[in-house]
């Protein structure tokens, strides 16, 4: 796929011609273009319905190779484990909230 230009990014975005296509093509095209193309609540939000899972904001960051794969169907969905498994151990901070008293 070729690269857009950030002017032809910019105006891919201004113009929203992302409005005209389906979750599965903007996810694809967002995730092997390096300049965001469209609102990241739009491409995130396009990534999810695609992969059929909720996609952690670090993974576009620290897995995009792996999510172009998720969606290529060339492996198989990420689990959580290995999602949180991303995040350096230095970063990592989980917060286990129970319900009752």
């Known amino acids: ?9 910019i ?3 201004d113009g929203e011609k ?3 296509m389906s979750f599965f093509e903007r996810a694809e095209f967002q995730l092997f273009q390096d300049c965001l193309c ?3 609540s739009v491409f995130h939000e396009a990534v999810e319905e695609s992969l059929k899972r909720p996609v952690f904001t670090h993974e576009f960051g620290l897995n995009r190779d792996g999510l172009k794969k998720e969606l290529s169907g060339e492996m198989p969905q990420s689990t959580f484990t290995e999602v949180m498994a991303l995040i350096p151990d230095k970063k990592k901070v989980i917060l286990v909230c129970g319900g009752g008293e």
């Not at 796929?1 to 990014?9: P, S």
């Open 38 to 40: 469209m609102p990241f």
């Open 1 to 9: 796929m070729r690269q857009l230009t950030e002017e032809e990014a």
């Open 11 to 13: 105006e891919f975005f």
């Open 18 to 20: 992302w409005k005209t």
